[in-house]
């Protein structure tokens, strides 16, 4: 990760350490849990996004904290979820042991649920906080719950569980649905919740979301590229797990090579989105680059 | 239950029925998995004391469509997580399987999800669909969100786990909170949310608030009540569970007499603080008496 994209994660991690309740509010073991699950490693890079993604269109990126604190709370409780034991059930995430399997399976659920909830009251807050305009916020409040809903992320995610358990078949079709939805739809709210706090046009709206589809894809592919060739030192967490469940990934589609290409061909597609807003954005374009190089 | 909260409850039916996406939206397993969680059943108190509240201070019940669906979809998707293998470990639900029984743990891990966002989703699309102001919008969603959280029912809920499990001290003070927090936090975000809507005043949102925690103090005594004196085929759920589990209840620590008293008492502050509202709710009357004198 380049120096510049390190120093936007480390100001998201700030910004979480700041906004996450501290672990003293009772009850404590909810909240010291919820800074577990959240605190303490990732790129950010949908809060990082979402800044961007403001800055690009002309917004002041300051106003961007109660969008970028939520959407790292909504990935950080999706990752919860996902990995307990009767969803993939991981032990490790970043490297360190599962929310569940430190805490245990039943504050694990509470601890995704809680962070869901206190993502929407950041957003509810903004215009307190981040001085955003309330028609504004209705509208990212709208756009992040219905990406991250049955009809988004949540919809993803669970055809990827029924195409694990044999329930749905493992086309291309139902791979680039899981796809889309479970990764790509987070990644396009981030950038248009942060081109509307902006100010963006619908033109612009649209190369975002035309950015964030491309990148949730290229994310994805190498992402199951990394679970082939990838190190557990490198990912924090166990390789080789998708083979052993059959799970369907684009490399067991196509083969290592193509999916390669694929991933490289929708970066590109990114840089394009990227050269029809009227900032140039150097984090957007370092994202862009990295996307498919990354070894985590 | 009186005719007229019997209609009313209809209503909130008819409006949950219509504002759940249909069960042929894709994926389909979990929106029919999440329409099971929700509809064919309840009391939707949550949503009857929320237009209730609206009307108690002048304002027009059909604009709190939004906050009806939204808090009985919260309220069904806290059912659903509780009674996950790993919380509670419940078998039936209002006389049904509950959804982890007929859908497995993982979709009912998601359907929980789920529903907890598409409420956000509603409450954002209230400007729209029901003419609430955005500066009522971002205030009635931070309410909810507040109320639903770690610092409310997530927090009542972890706390009632821990007591179960002998983690924290079965005493008086963490019964109250319990109470006040699983149970009565979500009826005064209704009631302060229909309240908000309606226009009340500083002094009308203080009476729905003490409305709301002393009736959820009745409730959740009753509650307690029930289970140790109810039938199953009233409730639609075992009983003596939580005899079984050694669970902390009213019953348990001060016995069944004291216990019904204090329901009592408790019912009748919500008919004082009723008194202080601008319009009489035989709405909210009727609630206050039934609330103690339920069996189920």
């Known amino acids: 990760m380049s120096a510049i994209l390190r120093a936007k994660a480390q100001e998201v991690e700030a910004l979480l350490e700041k906004t996450l309740p501290p672990s ?11 800074r577990y699950a959240v605190l303490g490693g990732g790129k950010r890079l949908r809060a990082v996004m979402a800044a961007a993604a403001c800055e690009s269109v002309g917004g002041d990126p300051r106003q961007v904290g109660g969008v970028a604190a939520a959407i790292e709370m909504i990935h950080a409780y999706s990752l919860v979820h996902d990995d307990l ?5 991981d032990d490790l995430r970043r490297g360190k042991p ?13 601890v995704g649920d809680a962070l869901l909830t206190e993502a929407f009251a950041e957003l509810a807050r903004m215009p307190e906080k981040y001085g955003v305009a309330f028609e504004t916020t209705a509208a990212v409040i709208r756009e992040i719950a219905e990406a991250a809903g049955s009809q988004g992320m949540v919809g993803g995610q669970t055809v990827d569980i029924l195409a694990e358990r044999g329930m749905v078949s493992a086309d291309l079709n139902n791979l680039r649905y899981i796809h889309a939805h479970k990764t790509g739809a987070l990644f396009k709210a981030a950038l248009r919740s942060g081109g ?33 060739v990838g190190s557990k030192d490198a990912l924090g967490k166990e390789v080789g797990k998708d083979l052993e469940k059959g799970k ?21 597609k990114c840089l394009q989105a990227l050269a029809e807003l009227p900032y140039e954005s150097r984090v957007l374009h ?3 680059l990295m996307v498919v190089d990354r070894d985590h």
Chains 1, 2 share one sequence.
């Open 24 to 34: 003293s509010t009772p009850p404590s073991i909810i909240h010291e849990a919820m």
């Open 85 to 89: 034991p009767s969803m993939d059930d």
């Open 98 to 110: 599962t929310v569940h399997r430190k805490y245990g399976e039943a504050v694990a659920i509470l």
């Open 196 to 228: 509307l706090i902006g100010g963006a046009s619908e033109k612009q709206l649209e190369a975002l979301t035309r950015f964030g589809e491309y990148f949730g894809l290229a994310f994805q592919i190498t992402d199951d590229i990394l679970d082939v």
């Open 248 to 268: 369907l990934t684009y490399p067991s589609l196509f083969g290592l090579e193509q999916a390669r290409e694929m991933a490289k061909e929708s970066a590109d």
């Open 286 to 288: 370092e994202i862009a």
